[in-house]
């Protein structure tokens, strides 16, 4: 089977338009990670102190 190489004209339109749900998804959870890891770090931290 050939590989056909795509046009990536729809790709630059879509920089323009608002991001997709599945987009905004993956950024929140990307940010749910890093919440997660530093409230993680925050709390071993004190409980070493501690």
């Known amino acids: 089977m050939a ?3 795509k ?3 729809h790709n630059q339109t879509n ?3 608002k991001p997709s749900k ?3 998804r993956m950024k929140m959870i990307v940010y749910l990670m890093i919440i997660a ?3 993680s770090v925050i709390t071993t ?3 070493y102190i501690l």
């Open 45 to 47: 931290g004190l409980a």
């Open 22 to 24: 599945r987009d905004r």
């Open 7 to 9: 046009p990536n004209h």
């Open 37 to 39: 890891m530093l409230g």
């Open 15 to 17: 920089v323009a338009h």
């Open 3 to 5: 590989k056909r190489k």
